[in-house]
């Protein structure tokens, strides 16, 4: 699952602005169009972070149009989402989590907080107790850009 949502940037009296299609409640701002795309992924971060709080599904990363970006989430951020996301597909709340991870309901919360830095492995260790793996893919990043490029 790769966690790459594609983002509108629109100029703006001097400035960027940048929208997600996908994710409405994500908007970010920047002078240059590097800054504002480096913003976008606090957004992104905090409107997804709005999400886990409010117990909504997480959207899936839209279809890139022509002339969108992709705004990655850092890579703990993206675990994060993914455990968010198996639990949902469990039905799980983050009690029943708790019981079947063998932890507190706060631990279960911090692991899903995208303010709160757990050690990867405590994030592991919650996927497999729902019958799933963490993978990391390294990637050249002319793979991500050359998707990005296809829809410039």
């Known amino acids: 699952m790769i966690f790459a949502n ?3 940037l629109t100029p703006d009296s001097g400035d960027f602005i940048v929208s997600f299609p996908g994710v409405p409640e994500a908007h970010a701002q920047g ?3 590097a800054e504002a795309l480096a913003e976008a992924v606090d957004a992104l971060v905090a409107a997804l972070g709005i ?6 599904d997480l959207p899936r990363p839209s279809r890139p149009k022509r002339g969108h970006h992709l705004v990655t989430l850092p890579s703990l951020i993206a675990a994060k989402a993914a455990l968010y996301r198996a639990m949902r597909e469990a039905g799980l709340t983050n009690a029943a989590m708790a ?6 309901e706060n631990a279960v919360r911090r692991l899903l907080d995208p303010d709160h830095p757990p050690h990867i492995g405590q994030i592991e260790a919650a996927l497999a ?3 799933k793996r963490l993978r990391i893919d390294v990637r050249d ?6 998707i990005a490029d296809r829809c410039r």
């Open 6 to 8: 594609p983002a509108k």
């Open 31 to 33: 002078d240059i169009e």
């Open 51 to 56: 999400y886990v709080q409010l117990r909504r």
């Open 99 to 104: 019981r079947r991870f063998g932890v507190t």
């Open 129 to 131: 107790a729902l019958s």
């Open 141 to 146: 990043a002319a793979w991500l850009n050359s």
